[in-house]
């Protein structure tokens, strides 16, 4: 696999000189019906503060450049007050986008939103729409879905299926305090939600699973990719993969992919051929590109791509020769150390053949922020 990097900008203002230097975290773009990119992130004090808004920019060159900052939902100053945790963007069948996040009462703004006292914070399923194609964001709905925990995080791309149904991924807290990873649909564009599905659990609690990103195949399957990690020691164990042959209804258990990494996020090209990005977080750490010529059961472990260098800071798109091998530095407990993760969240938009675009964050000049890469590759 090789990569040819066209470009890399920050799409955030605040890595500017002059502008207020917010963190900006947690990016995901969305490809609109016009050729559009919008992009979604939070903004904040930190990335786990209690005063979290949620952003978006749009570009309209395929991500070269970007907008200014849409403000989509501020909540701090409600009688009320509520953060943005994270957020996520699609486009549904009549053209309406939804904007779809969890936000977390903010009376408390010292309190850790993963500490035992944030976790007991209350939180809701927000979902607000834009009719004019994301520059105004008016209509705020709340919603309960039937069947989950108390606890539910959105912070991976719906998608419509191929009958039009809207497919929305969810992480949730388990009763043993383990993550696991459940889905909703929508057949009225998000209007009302269906019973969640059990895409991922470990009934025992031995296991938890985070983050999971999908993506669509040509014949119809839907393949997700879910951060592992032992529950009681945070251990970060490869990432797993399910899949699922009927339009998300049922799911095949998590297998490992032995890809030693955390949040990895597939890119279908064709029925078979994947491309993944994904956060690495030992040496030589930053985000990585894989390939897959057989739907994500097997991966290239031996020869990935390095494309964000955090040691260098800046994109660098080369071929790793030498294998992965999983550090102790792993076993770092996850809620504590994710303050000090200087990078993270890629996701993937195919703009043309073998044209991508990757976003991220990352930490340039001390400052977190969100970027855009645009590459090609040639597998």
Same mark, same amino acid.
């Not at 808004?53 to 450049?65: C, F, K, V, W």
């Not at 969810?170 to 009302?192: F, K, P, R, W, Y």
């Not at 043309?352 to 590459?375: D, M, P, Q, S, W």
């Given at each position: 696999?090789?990569?040819?990097?066209?470009?890399?900008?920050?799409?955030?203002?605040?890595?500017?000189?002059?502008?207020?230097?917010?963190?900006? #975290? +947690?990016?995901?773009?969305?490809?609109?019906?016009?050729?559009?990119?919008?992009?979604?992130?939070?903004?904040?004090?930190?990335?786990?503060?209690?005063?979290?808004?949620?952003?978006?920019?749009?570009?309209?060159?395929?991500?070269?450049?970007?907008?200014?900052?849409?403000?989509?939902?501020?909540?701090?100053?409600?009688?009320?007050?509520?953060?943005?945790? /994270?957020?996520?963007?699609?486009?549904?069948?009549?053209?309406?986008?939804?904007?779809?996040?969890?936000?977390?009462?903010?009376?408390?703004?010292?309190?850790?939103?993963?500490?035992?006292?944030?976790?007991?914070?209350?939180?809701?399923?927000?979902?607000?729409?834009?009719?004019?194609?994301?520059?105004?964001?008016?209509?705020?709905?709340?919603?309960?879905?039937?069947?989950?925990?108390?606890?539910? +995080?959105?912070?991976?791309?719906?998608?419509?299926?191929?009958?039009?149904?809207?497919? #929305?991924?969810?992480?949730? /807290?388990?009763?043993?305090?383990?993550?696991?990873?459940?889905?909703?649909?929508?057949?009225?564009?998000?209007?009302?939600?269906?019973?969640?599905?059990?895409?991922?659990?470990?009934?025992?609690?031995?296991?938890?699973?985070?983050?999971?990103?999908?993506?669509?195949?040509?014949?119809?399957?839907?393949?997700?990719?879910?951060?592992?990690?032992?529950?009681?020691?945070?251990?970060?164990?490869?990432?797993?993969?399910?899949?699922?042959?009927?339009?998300?209804?049922?799911?095949?258990?998590?297998?490992?992919?032995?890809?030693?990494?955390?949040?990895?996020?597939?890119?279908?090209?064709?029925?078979?051929?994947?491309?993944?990005?994904?956060?690495?977080?030992?040496?030589?750490?930053?985000?990585?590109?894989?390939?897959?010529?057989?739907?994500?059961? /097997?991966?290239?472990?031996?020869?990935?791509?390095?494309?964000?260098?955090?040691?260098?800071?800046?994109?660098?798109?080369?071929?790793?020769?030498?294998?992965?091998?999983?550090?102790?530095?792993?076993?770092?407990?996850?809620?504590?150390?994710?303050?000090?993760?200087?990078?993270?969240?890629?996701?993937? #938009?195919?703009?043309?053949?073998? /044209?991508?675009?990757?976003?991220?964050?990352?930490?340039?000049?001390?400052?977190?922020?969100?970027?855009?890469?645009?590459?090609?590759?040639?597998?």
């Amino acid at each position: 696999m090789n990569v040819n990097i066209l470009d890399d900008v920050a799409v955030s203002p605040n890595l500017d000189e002059d502008a207020q230097n917010d963190v900006c #975290v +947690y990016p995901l773009p969305c490809r609109l019906n016009n050729g559009d990119l919008l992009c979604v992130y939070r903004r904040g004090k930190e990335k786990h503060s209690l005063d979290g808004i949620l952003i978006a920019q749009r570009s309209t060159d395929g991500g070269a450049t970007w907008s200014e900052q849409i403000i989509i939902h501020d909540g701090t100053h409600k009688k009320l007050p509520e953060s943005v945790l /994270t957020g996520a963007l699609c486009q549904v069948a009549d053209g309406t986008i939804l904007a779809m996040f969890t936000a977390v009462d903010a009376k408390k703004p010292d309190v850790y939103i993963f500490s035992e006292e944030g976790r007991k914070l209350r939180q809701q399923l927000c979902v607000v729409r834009s009719k004019d194609g994301g520059k105004t964001w008016p209509i705020l709905e709340t919603h309960k879905l039937v069947g989950a925990p108390r606890n539910v +995080y959105i912070g991976s791309r719906p998608f419509l299926l191929p009958n039009g149904d809207l497919f #929305v991924p969810v992480e949730a /807290t388990g009763e043993h305090g383990q993550q696991i990873i459940l889905a909703t649909i929508s057949s009225d564009g998000g209007q009302t939600f269906q019973p969640v599905i059990t895409c991922a659990e470990d009934k025992e609690g031995t296991f938890s699973y985070g983050d999971p990103r999908c993506t669509l195949l040509p014949d119809g399957r839907i393949v997700m990719l879910i951060w592992a990690f032992l529950n009681a020691t945070e251990e970060t164990i490869p990432v797993h993969r399910c899949v699922s042959m009927d339009r998300g209804q049922s799911w095949s258990p998590p297998v490992s992919t032995h890809v030693q990494s955390q949040i990895m996020t597939p890119l279908a090209l064709d029925s078979n051929r994947l491309i993944a990005a994904s956060t690495v977080r030992t040496v030589p750490a930053g985000i990585r590109l894989w390939f897959s010529s057989d739907a994500g059961e /097997t991966w290239n472990t031996d020869s990935p791509v390095q494309m964000w260098d955090a040691r260098e800071e800046k994109m660098k798109g080369i071929l790793l020769t030498v294998e992965d091998k999983p550090s102790k530095s792993a076993s770092e407990e996850v809620w504590n150390a994710l303050p000090s993760f200087s990078f993270g969240t890629p996701d993937l #938009v195919l703009l043309e053949k073998n /044209t991508i675009l990757l976003t991220y964050y990352a930490i340039l000049r001390g400052i977190t922020h969100v970027r855009a890469c645009r590459f090609e590759v040639e597998l």
